[in-house]
């Protein structure tokens, strides 16, 4: 009797966990994860020189996450975790980041975001991220505009803030390995090199 009280009682928290997953009004910006592949990509027997800007948040409303319908506001700065991403990127991939003599990369986030919807045995989300991408020469010449996007989805009994987390930061650590793996892009910092 007393066994099946206690397995009643588990299954009864689990289900109230599982339906109504706990967050505040706040969500906090999540450090990147580390890039999951790349292939170096060298132009002309050289590593690609480029210097990151500053990514402005574009995005239209300050809700990072909706849960259950509500909205959960970000706390932090993306653009310089957005920032911060791009250097670390491309460095793994084997390009020089400098401030100087080489083409200026920048951008907007104009979306980064999840949704969580409650569910048992259960809760799913969701997460999405876009940036607008630029590449200008040592003018400013604007030689590259390009979006890239990422996304990312996750189902767990006991979804939490943490978990959210690394979900918004695995959607956008896509959308910059995107960014990078583009030949294009790669194409056009060459193009911008400055000797």
């Known amino acids: 009797m007393k066994r099946t009280a206690s397995s009643l009682l588990f299954t009864l928290l689990l289900t109230v966990s599982a339906c109504a997953p706990n967050f505040g009004v706040r969500l906090s910006v999540p450090s990147l994860p580390d890039p999951q592949s790349f292939v170096a990509a060298p132009v002309e027997g050289e590593s690609v020189r480029v210097k990151v800007g ?64 409650p569910g048992f045995p259960s809760s799913d989300a969701v997460a999405s991220a876009r940036i607008k991408v630029t590449i200008k020469d040592s003018e400013f010449h604007l030689l590259y505009r390009a979006n890239f996007s990422g996304e990312a989805t996750i189902s767990h009994p006991l979804l939490d803030e943490e978990k959210v987390q690394e979900l918004l930061a695995r959607a956008m650590g896509g959308a910059i390995e995107a960014a990078i793996k583009d030949e294009s892009l790669i194409a056009q910092l060459s193009r911008g090199r400055v000797e």
């Open 54 to 117: 500053s990514f402005v948040d574009a995005r239209p409303s300050m809700t990072i996450l909706v849960v259950d319908g509500r909205d959960v506001v970000s706390e932090g700065s993306l653009g310089s975790v957005v920032q911060d991403g791009f250097q670390r990127y491309f460095r793994e991939a084997g390009a020089r980041v400098t401030l100087i003599n080489a083409p200026l990369i920048e951008g907007e986030i104009t979306n980064w975001s999840a949704k969580v919807t």
